[in-house]
T-cell receptor, first 114, second 116 residues
Framework: DTGVSQNPRHKITKRGQNVTFRCDPISEHNRLYWYRQTLGQGPEFLTYFQNEAQLEKSRLLSDRFSAERPKGSFSTLEIQRTEQGDSAMYLC????????????FGSGTQLSVL | AQSVTQPDIHITVSEGASLELRCNYSYGATPYLFWYVQSPGQGLQLLLKYFSGDTLVQGIKGFEAEFKRSQSSFNLRKPSVHWSDAAEYFCAVGAHGGGNAGKSTFGDGTTLTVKP
């Protein structure tokens, strides 16, 4: 399967702990996006990369959140000092240079903060 | 700021019946418009998109959508629903080109239930 892969699928953590999620985009895609989706709502844009450069961050992305895409391939999203309000599905998507409006989404990482 | 409203939180239709899911958007210029489908435990899959040109767009799985600028709507339709269409459907609006491409604003979704 050469789709967008996200790991882990589920993460349960205690409040105050740090968590890190990984996203492996489709290999030739130069853009990578992170979205967050809470129950009963649509996905909300968090940030995106073009190759290794992080070009934009949403106001939703507090200082406790950091994302990297060190070699323009996979990306990680870290949340420090997690809060219960961080509980959500974190979705990664990628798009190609030729068709960057068409997003391919991974299955997401479901985070539960207890 | 751009926004999307999906007025119907939940819709139930019988298998074989026609379907229309509503979507209204707010955007300052000609938008990019999308419909995605999300099945439980799955990521979002693009059904169709509108960028310009013909206002009736065809998508995968027999879906189509019509862009109506005067009504700021982009409703999704299917003439005959199959049980496998049961899922959550999201309408999204995106900005044109460059760095804005891919940064979509999504509605809150419509859950479709299909009765046998």
């Amino acid at each position: 399967d050469t789709g967008v892969s996200q790991n882990p699928r589920h993460k349960i953590t205690k409040r105050g702990q740090n968590v890190t999620f990984r996203c492996d985009p489709i290999s030739e895609h130069n853009r990578l996006y992170w979205y967050r989706q809470t129950l009963g709502q649509g996905p909300e844009f968090l940030t995106y990369f073009q190759n290794e450069a992080q070009l934009e961050k949403s106001r939703l992305l507090s200082d406790r959140f950091s994302a990297e895409r060190p070699k323009g391939s996979f990306s990680t999203l870290e949340i420090q000092r997690t809060e219960q309000g961080d509980s959500a599905m974190y979705l990664c998507a990628s798009s190609s240079r030729q068709n960057n409006e068409k997003l391919f989404f991974g299955s997401g990482t479901q985070l539960s903060v207890l | 700021a751009q926004s999307v409203t999906q007025p119907d939180i939940h819709i139930t239709v019988s298998e074989g019946a026609s379907l229309e899911l509503r979507c209204n958007y707010s955007y300052g210029a000609t938008p990019y418009l999308f419909w995605y489908v999300q099945s439980p435990g799955q990521g979002l899959q693009l059904l169709l998109k509108y960028f310009s040109g013909d206002t009736l767009v065809q998508g995968i799985k027999g879906f189509e959508a019509e862009f109506k600028r005067s009504q700021s709507s982009f409703n999704l339709r299917k003439p005959s629903v199959h049980w496998s269409d049961a899922a959550e459907y999201f309408c999204a609006v995106g900005a044109h080109g460059g760095g804005n491409a891919g940064k979509s604003t999504f509605g809150d979704g419509t859950t479709l239930t299909v009765k046998p």
